[in-house]
């Protein structure tokens, strides 16, 4: 059974960023993440993965990889900041999976298993 709860806030940013830096690919994937269901989510530590349910009668998009490079940003992690990464995996022109990985900071990474990805948030770019 798919588990119905929300994509998170940083989630939600990542998805308006990616579209907002793919204007060719927008139009198509808006739709298909508005109406997506997160599946699971994988915290590893180091980052996350989320995976996405679509909606089968929307339309693939065609796009000619299986990644979208996405931003890498500054994230609030409880009082710290770290730079991360986002990739949104495609299936068959679908979204698949949002991986978020982290960079690390001057002092190491953060484990990220030790917090609710739910408080994690966008601060701005990175680098």
Do not use: K
Request: aromatic fraction near 10%.
């Amino acid at each position: 059974m798919i588990n119905r709860r929300p994509f998170t806030a940083l989630e939600q940013d990542v998805f308006g960023l990616i579209c907002e830096a793919q204007p060719e690919l927008a139009a198509q994937l808006r739709p298909l993440l508005a109406a997506a269901r997160m599946a699971r989510r994988d915290n590893t530590g180091h980052g996350f993965y989320t995976y996405v349910e679509t909606d089968p009668l929307l339309p693939a998009v065609e796009w000619p990889a299986r990644m979208i490079h996405g931003p890498n940003r500054l994230v609030q992690v409880g009082e710290a900041e770290m730079p991360m990464g986002f990739i949104l995996w495609l299936e068959h022109g679908r979204p698949d999976c949002l991986e978020g990985f982290q960079f690390g900071t001057v002092a190491g990474d953060i484990d990220l298993n030790t917090y609710d990805l739910n408080g994690l948030s966008l601060l701005g770019e990175w680098p």
